[in-house]
């Protein structure tokens, strides 16, 4: 049973287009995150959402939209690409109300290349 | 602004040789966690183990050992043993309100 999942893979695009990266969990968590990974291999948290309502937010551009339809699924919205949005996407759970844990399980990641 | 470093960029060993990845971090917060997280070539993140700021003692799981010393702000992991298939990035992260403040990783390479 897969428990962070993320559509597509892969992801190639010209400049200038739209795309949406899905995300899905079943593992019943309240809290979903975006992070994205550069070409360094650094991770930033981009997004975070606790039962639908966004709770975090760290100084993106608005090119960029989180949209979450209910609990189990956060999705990323990105207008207008540029060549500087290449990077890994990773989609993240946790359950830090309930269970008083911080701990973070990851999708297996979506690579973004613009070109 | 919480930070965690990684000090070690990349580490090559030889199967079977010990290996320790060092972390440190800072914090204002009384209550934190802390993670590592392994990253392979297939690109996942690996969650390897949680540690509260309250339980100072040092945790072991096969081959892998967690040294969690809050005097010194550190949670070195180390790899007994190694393994090629222990080639991978190691994060180190530290929980601030609900969001994960990773290092830089390092990269360890083991070769047979």
């Known amino acids: 049973d897969t428990a962070v999942s993320q559509t597509p893979k892969y992801l190639v695009t010209q400049m200038g287009n739209d795309k949406s990266i899905k995300c899905e969990q079943n593992?019943?968590?309240?809290?979903m995150y975006w992070y994205k990974q550069d070409s360094k291999k650094f991770l930033k948290i981009m997004f975070s959402?606790?039962?639908?309502?966004?709770?975090i937010n760290e100084t993106v551009p608005n090119r960029f939209s989180p949209k979450s339809p209910d609990k189990a699924h956060l999705n990323l919205h990105i207008n207008s690409l540029e060549l500087g949005d290449s990077a890994v996407y990773f989609c993240?759970?946790?359950?830090?109300?309930?269970?008083?844990?911080?701990?973070?399980?990851f999708g297996p990641g979506t690579r973004l290349t613009v070109l | 602004a919480q930070k965690v470093t990684q000090a070690q960029t990349e580490i090559s060993v030889v199967e079977k040789e010990d290996v320790t990845l060092d972390c440190v971090y800072e914090?204002?917060?009384?209550?934190?966690?802390l993670f590592w997280y392994k990253q392979p070539p297939s690109g996942e993140l690996v969650f390897l183990i949680r540690?509260?700021?309250?339980?100072?003692q040092n945790e072991i799981s096969g081959r892998y050992s967690w040294n969690f010393q809050k005097s010194t702000s550190s949670f070195n992991f180390t790899i007994t043993a190694s393994q090629v298939v222990d080639s991978a990035v190691y994060f180190c992260?530290?929980?601030?309100?609900?969001?994960?403040?990773f290092g830089a990783g390092t990269i360890l390479r083991v070769k047979s």
């Open positions: 993240a759970s946790s359950q830090p109300a309930l269970a008083r844990t911080d701990t973070q399980y």
């Open positions: 914090t204002r917060d009384t209550t934190y966690y």
């Open positions: 593992l019943g968590h309240d809290t």
């Open positions: 959402y606790n039962n639908k309502e966004l709770i």
């Open positions: 540690r509260n700021s309250f339980d100072e």
């Open positions: 992260a530290l929980s601030e309100a609900n969001k994960l403040v």
